[in-house]
């Protein structure tokens, strides 16, 4: 039997993941929209454009601020950000309680007579509490994904325990590993890139500033430089490459680790145990994001 599929998983899961990502890309859009305006505001700020009795550079300036403050009423008002991080929080929480009543992860053990019916009804129960728990907003379902246990978690719970410790480690430990190892060089990368191209920026606006000094430029280039350079720490703070790089990292290694235990449990109860446990360090990465985002 193939691994479960994203389209196996729990409609909660499914709602979850997809209102993330909608909220994660408004609020994206809407910082390079506020930063891009208060640029533009600073280009135009520098110097003037005659036309007439007006100055053509202070109204634009005026209208990039303008946009920049309806931006910072979206984004105070609306909250995109809020419903990223709380419809993330969501899908994980979904997702880990899949995993668990798959493969017989605690607390929806496999021990030798466990009702079904009654792991099915604790499974419902702990989705509802995640439903419950979010707050201005509501998830909105995505097409065909209306089953809450869907008919390949049931079929992975009842194989083998040798089956559902395979199933486990490709599809759950391994797949977040390579998820967090991606990622955690893409961050570095980015990271990097973005550190070199600010001390670009900041060497560009001392040489404007000394061409400024000896009277070679008559505009505020300088100041523009500096707002440049602003917005990029402003935007980097808003993505934390270094931060995700590094606790991304962490996380690879402790999957790492626990993937070189998946084959040692021998009964159920050591598996529940183990999965627990695995699920645990996986929940742990999630809290501190959750954590360095609210």
Same mark, same amino acid.
């Given at each position: 039997?193939?691994?479960?599929?994203e389209?196996? !998983?729990?409609?909660l899961?499914?709602?979850a993941?997809?209102s993330?990502?909608?909220g994660?890309?408004?609020? *994206?859009? #809407?910082v390079?929209?506020q930063l891009?305006?208060? *640029? =533009?505001?600073?280009?135009f700020?520098s110097f003037?454009?005659n036309?007439g009795? %007006?100055d053509?550079?202070?109204i634009?300036?005026?209208?990039?601020?303008a946009?920049?403050?309806v931006?910072? +009423?979206? *984004?105070?008002? %609306?909250?995109p950000?809020?419903?990223?991080?709380?419809?993330?929080?969501?899908?994980?929480?979904?997702k880990? *309680?899949?995993w668990?009543?798959?493969v017989?992860?605690?607390p !929806?053990?496999?021990?030798g007579g466990a009702?079904?019916?009654?792991a099915?009804?604790?499974l419902l129960?702990?989705?509802t509490?995640i439903t419950? &728990?979010?707050?201005?907003?509501a =998830?909105?379902? +995505?097409?065909?994904g209306d089953?809450? +246990?869907? &008919?390949?978690?049931r079929q $992975?719970?009842? =194989?083998p325990l040798?089956?559902?410790q395979?199933?486990y480690?490709?599809?759950?430990?391994?797949d977040?590993?390579?998820w967090?190892?991606?990622?955690?060089?893409?961050? /570095?990368?980015?990271?990097?890139?973005?550190s +070199?191209?600010? #001390?670009?920026l @900041?060497?560009?606006g001392?040489?404007a500033?000394?061409?400024?000094?000896?009277q070679?430029i008559? !505009?505020d280039?300088p100041g523009i $430089?500096g707002a $440049?350079a602003?917005g990029?720490?402003a935007w980097?703070q808003?993505r934390?490459h270094?931060?995700?790089a590094?606790?991304? &990292?962490v996380a690879?290694?402790?999957?790492a680790?626990i #993937?070189e235990r998946? /084959?040692w449990?021998?009964?159920e109860?050591?598996w529940a145990?183990?999965?627990d @446990?695995? @699920?645990?360090?996986i929940?742990?990465?999630?809290?501190?994001?959750w954590?360095?985002h609210?």
């Amino acid at each position: 039997m193939e691994v479960i599929a994203e389209s196996e !998983f729990p409609a909660l899961y499914r709602a979850a993941d997809n209102s993330a990502v909608v909220g994660q890309r408004r609020f *994206l859009l #809407a910082v390079r929209f506020q930063l891009s305006s208060l *640029l =533009l505001a600073a280009v135009f700020g520098s110097f003037s454009i005659n036309a007439g009795h %007006v100055d053509a550079a202070a109204i634009c300036a005026a209208a990039a601020l303008a946009t920049a403050l309806v931006t910072e +009423v979206f *984004l105070l008002t %609306v909250r995109p950000d809020r419903h990223w991080y709380e419809a993330r929080a969501a899908a994980e929480s979904a997702k880990t *309680l899949a995993w668990r009543y798959a493969v017989g992860g605690q607390p !929806f053990d496999l021990d030798g007579g466990a009702d079904d019916h009654g792991a099915e009804r604790l499974l419902l129960r702990r989705f509802t509490g995640i439903t419950s &728990s979010l707050r201005d907003f509501a =998830l909105v379902p +995505v097409r065909g994904g209306d089953r809450q +246990v869907t &008919s390949a978690m049931r079929q $992975v719970r009842t =194989l083998p325990l040798e089956e559902r410790q395979r199933q486990y480690l490709i599809g759950r430990i391994n797949d977040q590993r390579a998820w967090y190892a991606d990622r955690a060089r893409r961050n /570095e990368r980015r990271s990097a890139q973005w550190s +070199v191209g600010l #001390a670009a920026l @900041e060497t560009a606006g001392l040489v404007a500033a000394v061409l400024g000094a000896v009277q070679l430029i008559n !505009f505020d280039l300088p100041g523009i $430089v500096g707002a $440049v350079a602003a917005g990029g720490v402003a935007w980097l703070q808003t993505r934390q490459h270094q931060q995700l790089a590094s606790a991304y &990292s962490v996380a690879a290694l402790e999957l790492a680790d626990i #993937a070189e235990r998946a /084959e040692w449990p021998r009964t159920e109860t050591e598996w529940a145990h183990f999965v627990d @446990e695995a @699920e645990e360090a996986i929940s742990r990465e999630h809290t501190l994001w959750w954590a360095s985002h609210t």
